[in-house]
């Protein structure tokens, strides 16, 4: 008997809220902008598919993945907004770096969401390759931004 594949990033529409009321911020790591662009379009097809306006998504763009959770804060204290999505990818290569950005990107979005009343989505790939990347960014996984938004969305409704 065939296993039949799910596309982990299908949801269904009538457990999400509809997101007409928030205003929501990603913002996008520049490196690997390939994999990051395809998290991107996942997200914001999401975001509207759910009721978002497009004119209150922000997109803020910054050099790296450990630029993230300061992009993230600086977003949450000039902009109003009701969730903030952090998109990036880290492929591992042959040294310790990919270890350090991405524990620091996950502790640093993490720190966030103690210290501040508006909920962040760590959307940051950490693959091995280039391969796994694809497949998780619009390919056979699905698309981690998608899920990105409407765990945002199911955030930015939390206590309403």
Same mark, same amino acid.
Request: with cysteine; hydrophobic share 40%.
């Given at each position: ?7 982990? =990033? ?9 997101? !007409? ?5 990603? +913002? ?36 790296? =993945?450990?630029? @993230? /959770?300061?992009?993230?804060? !600086? ?5 109003? +907004? ?7 990818? +880290? ?27 508006? /909920?962040?989505?760590?959307? +940051? ?11 998780? =960014?619009?390919? =056979? ?16 409704? @939390?206590?309403?």
């Amino acid at each position: 008997m065939a296993i039949k594949k799910q596309n982990l =990033s299908d949801y269904d529409k009538t457990t999400v809220p509809n997101a !007409k009321d928030f205003r929501f911020g990603i +913002v996008v790591s520049e490196w690997n902008e390939n994999i990051t662009e395809g998290l991107y379009n996942g997200a914001i097809e999401a975001l509207l598919d759910c009721g978002a306006k497009e004119e209150n998504i922000i997109r803020w763009n910054v050099p790296g =993945s450990f630029e @993230l /959770p300061f992009g993230a804060k !600086k977003m949450i204290h000039t902009q109003k +907004v009701d969730a903030v999505i952090v998109i990036g990818s +880290v492929i591992k290569g042959e040294t310790m770096h990919f270890d350090f950005v991405c524990g620091a990107a996950a502790q640093g979005i993490m720190d966030l969401n103690v210290k501040t009343q508006t /909920p962040v989505i760590f959307c +940051v790939l950490t693959d091995n390759n280039m391969d796994q990347a694809i497949a998780r =960014s619009g390919g =056979s996984h699905g698309n981690k931004g998608t899920e990105a938004a409407i765990a945002a969305i199911k955030m930015a409704n @939390l206590g309403n």
